[in-house]
């Protein structure tokens, strides 16, 4: 049975996700699952010996969307039932349930299944070396490319991200204290984050992020659908590509959704093949 995560046992989770990112390969929480724990906005887990064993971070149901989690057990402690009884009791908190299984491992698939969970969605992660060629960024006419700069564009990029985003609440929901949260963690780099205007106005943004292990990520890349046509998804691109190359990184990620066919072609087009995927588990 689970209980709500005490405070003082969020650095005993974040140790128990990376054991579990050792043994697997992949990280078992989210960016954003990490900074709700950071911040002390914990979710479910079960203890033995007054020690977390297993975890849980659960998005709350929204108007467009059932409840959403992520689940992890740690290594030594698996095969004991503790990451069933866990969903289970998301299950029951939250009815319709939507799960993460980060790399899609075998565990984490024949679990949700057992449960009856389904797949609902699958989230490639691509990759391309960062040394290999690149085409030049070309700009459109009327078009300037320049840095954001916080505190000064957090709100238009809002705009502009919530529109660009609005058939995927996940990304599209985003508010300032999302926007100020990234802004407080130790990777964020304003001179990684690209702004396009168009007449004074933002038309499109690629956010750039270099992880701890040095490797750099296409972070979001978004185009105002007011601004379609411009070749700006491309442009856009581009430019945090080439900052990244330049910054030294070895190898760039992304993630894109698995249903958005079109930019799955200009990734490729780019030079970034399947690496891995995450899938999403629902119930009926």
């Known amino acids: 049975m689970s209980v709500a995560l005490p405070e003082p046992a969020v650095p005993d989770v974040l140790a128990l996700a990376d054991a579990a990112t050792a043994a697997d390969g992949v990280g078992p929480l989210s960016e954003h699952a990490l900074i709700a724990l950071r911040a002390g906005r914990g979710g479910r887990a079960v203890l033995v010996d007054g020690a977390p064993v297993a975890y849980a971070h659960l998005d709350p149901a929204t108007a467009e969307e059932s409840a959403a989690a992520e689940l992890v057990v740690h290594p030594d402690h698996r095969r004991r039932g503790h990451g069933r ?11 319709a349930l939507r799960v993460w299984a980060h790399g899609d491992l075998p565990a984490a698939a024949a679990l949700a299944e057992s449960e009856g969970l389904t797949r609902v969605r699958a989230l490639f992660q ?8 690149l085409p030049e960024v070309r700009v459109a006419g009327g078009v300037a490319l320049r840095a954001f700069e916080p505190g000064r564009d957090e709100e238009a990029w809002l705009r502009v991200n919530a529109a660009a985003f609005a058939h995927h609440p996940e990304q599209g929901a985003w508010t300032l204290d999302d926007v100020r949260a990234r802004e407080a963690e130790d990777w964020f780099d304003p001179a990684g984050f690209f702004l396009a205007e168009r007449g004074g106005d933002l038309a499109g943004f690629h956010w750039t992020k270099v992880h701890p292990d040095g490797l750099g990520e296409v972070y979001v890349v978004g185009v105002d659908p007011a601004a379609q046509g411009l070749g700006l998804g491309r442009t856009l691109t581009l430019a945090g590509l080439h900052h990244l190359r330049d910054a030294g990184v070895p190898a760039i990620l992304l993630y894109v959704d698995e249903s958005n066919t079109a930019a799955v072609r200009l990734y490729e087009s780019l030079g970034f093949t399947r690496h891995a995927v995450d899938v999403m588990y629902g119930t009926p």
Do not use: F, H, N
């Open 85 to 95: 009884a866990l969903l289970r009791d998301l299950l029951d908190e939250a009815g």
């Open 126 to 133: 691509m990759r391309r070396p960062a040394a290999d060629p």
